[in-house]
């Protein structure tokens, strides 16, 4: 980290009215929307030092991707509660041992050790005084217990805590072999299945019956909400299953028209098929420079023009906003906008919007592509997955129901 911004943290942190945090807060949340709103701003002026606030600046001039410093700021925020809870004091910079193992033991622990010991894990009184700051959601169950963290989680923030002291430019001990081997074995004790981020795929059948619905009725032709959110489904699910937030921010930049393909490449008597191929930009695993771009061919294609040329859009966000009267906005739609748009459609397709979600177009399109025997190599250039064994999850759950070592005794 340059010494100049080591110099501007340590003079910022001479600065520790809540005043001033909100108001350099205020400030920030023009480059960084994590922070936008009155109430937000608030909370995390209640939590967030001066030091912390200065390096959030810093990253978000970084140019770090919106998604990681929502991330970032949310688990800086959350390690400070938890921190001040659990020992009353400000989160030390660099975190000695101790206190990393602490942080572990409050979040994963073996819940059959926590019916007989209700000290074990994360003590009441801190997760009473969490709760009260609205950083903790993990609600006690019938039998008045918590349960521990999700492992993804407390690892995450682990990697956030770590990230934090990189830019503050002191050394973390989170590779200490205490730490490893604390977190190896609570990892064991507190193991559950990880939760899929949509319970269940939008395969091609489903998403079929999500797209019915914005056919418009027998009486009045589809609306221009209709049109963008066939657009949206159609356009997420094709172009390899594109995450809300690449859909949210894609622009029309980023779209460039192809020439005609042909319906099938092997036979050059097949139909011509209208395409455009999607620069992704920056993305969850790939940076803007890299080469992400894929292919939409035939009725995505037609569907998002037809969206593009019905609102009049020729610059700017893709997917909009549309308001009670049916003005299509300059803004485009957020990423919440988007989960929301595919949980309204499985209601009005009759299907229980608590299964889905945006995400479900992504493990959909991989899903669908081992059903229709697509080689994984091609389906992770469309959906750009990075990792193998993440994508070939996805091939594991769709053919498990097809093995014949299932059916020895049927």
């Not at 191929?277 to 920056?282: E, H, N, P, V, Y």
């Not at 992770?380 to 996805?394: D, E, G, I």
């Amino acid at each position: 980290m340059p010494q100049a911004f080591a110099r501007n943290l340590s003079l910022a942190g001479e600065a520790e009215t809540l005043e001033q945090r909100v108001e350099n807060l205020d400030a920030l949340s023009a480059i960084l929307p994590a922070l936008a709103g009155p109430e937000r701003s608030d909370q995390l002026a209640a939590l967030l030092t001066q030091d912390d606030i200065s390096t959030l600046r810093h990253l978000a001039q970084e140019g770090i991707g919106e998604n990681s410093l929502r991330a970032l700021t949310s688990d800086c925020s959350y390690l400070e509660g938890w921190c001040a809870a659990a020992t009353g004091e400000h989160l030390p910079w660099p975190a000695p041992v101790p206190l990393i193992l602490k942080f572990i033991a409050h979040h994963l622990w073996d819940p059959d050790k926590k019916r007989s010991d209700p000290s074990h894990g994360m003590p009441e009184d801190v997760a009473g005084t969490l709760e009260d700051q609205r950083l903790l959601r993990k609600a006690k169950t019938a039998t008045g217990l918590r349960p521990p963290h999700a492992v993804s989680t407390v690892q995450r923030r682990l990697a956030s805590w770590s990230t934090l002291h990189r830019w503050r430019g002191v050394q973390g001990e989170f590779s200490a072999p205490d730490v490893r081997s604390a977190l190896r074995l609570a990892i064991r004790v507190a193991d559950r299945p990880k939760a899929r981020k949509s319970r269940k795929a939008l395969t091609a059948d489903l998403l079929e019956r999500l797209l019915a619905t914005c056919n418009g009725t027998d009486h009045a032709a589809p609306c221009l909400v209709d049109l963008r959110d066939k657009a949206l489904l159609l356009v997420g699910f094709a172009s390899g299953g594109r995450r809300r937030s690449e859909l949210s921010g894609l622009r029309l930049a980023q779209v460039t028209r192809q020439d005609p393909l042909l319906a099938d490449p092997s036979d050059p008597g097949s139909d011509l098929l209208p395409a455009v191929s999607l620069r992704l930009g920056r993305t969850k695993t790939e940076d803007a420079c890299d080469d992400n771009a894929v292919l939409l061919i035939g009725r995505p294609v037609e569907a998002l023009e037809t969206w593009l040329e019905a609102a009049g859009i020729s610059e700017g966000p893709v997917f909009r906003a549309i308001d009670r009267w049916g003005n299509v906005k300059t803004r485009s739609l957020t990423p919440q906008s988007v989960n929301a748009i595919v949980k309204a459609r499985c209601i009005r397709a009759g299907l229980d919007p608590d299964d889905f979600s945006a995400h479900g177009l992504r493990a959909g399109f991989l899903t669908e592509a081992a059903n229709r025997d697509i080689p994984i190599q091609d389906a992770m250039q469309q959906s750009r997955h990075r990792s193998l064994a993440q994508a070939s999850s996805y091939y594991n759950d769709a053919g498990r129901s097809r093995r014949r070592s299932a059916r020895m005794l049927g």
